[in-house]
């Protein structure tokens, strides 16, 4: 997060388009049902190191991935949640937040008053910064378990993803257990 060098950037997107060309010769994923065959939505962060299908052997057409920053439970994950759960069938839920993620221990101050300097106003919403990822996921499950949105909540998980290893470590849901976030 901050501010970093954009000196050297140049736009992807015309690259991307060429390689969708050779992916869409290549495209054998016809007729995938609209609904997650494994019933399942995984709400996780947007971190680029991140392969959400990869890291679980997910195929395409098994799962909803909800994403944002941080993988936090905003009200448009819980948007996402409603039409996943509703329209599409979905039963389970999965959270993935991970280790070195870019708000873990920013300092929201700054950022704000840069914010509201640069546009003037103030945001309607949360950066949702956090000091440990494991207490962030026992939030995130006890927002989802909060919400009288969510009507499926018998099978709700949550993991933190190591980027230096590739291992999932799942979190003990209940805040009174704060061990595991000790032990990381
Ligand atoms: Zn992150």
């Known amino acids: 997060m901050g501010k970093q060098t954009t000196g050297t950037f140049r736009p992807s997107t ?20 609209l609904g997650p065959k494994r019933h399942l939505a995984v709400v996780a962060c947007m971190d680029s190191r991140m392969d959400i299908f990869e890291m679980l052997g997910l195929a395409h057409g098994d799962a909803h991935i909800i994403r944002n920053a941080g993988g936090v439970i905003t009200n448009d994950v819980i948007r996402s949640l409603v039409v996943s759960q509703r329209l599409l069938d979905t039963r389970e839920i999965i959270l993935i937040h991970h280790t070195n993620c870019g708000l873990e221990g920013l300092v929201e101050g700054a950022l704000l008053d840069e914010i509201v300097e640069d546009c003037g106003i103030k945001p309607w919403w949360s950066l949702e910064s956090f000091k440990d990822p494991y207490s962030d996921v026992r939030q995130s499950i006890g927002r989802i378990l909060h919400s009288p949105f969510i009507k499926y909540k018998d099978h709700v998980r949550g993991f933190v993803y190591d980027v230096e290893t590739g291992r999932l470590t799942e979190v003990d849901p209940d805040p009174r257990h704060f061990s595991d976030a000790a032990r990381h």
């Not at 015309?14 to 290549?26: G, I, P, R, W, Y």
Request: charged share 20%; net charge negative; glycine share 4%.
């Open 14 to 33: 015309d690259d991307l388009v060429a390689n969708n060309e050779s992916f869409a010769q290549a495209f054998a994923d016809h007729g995938l049902s």
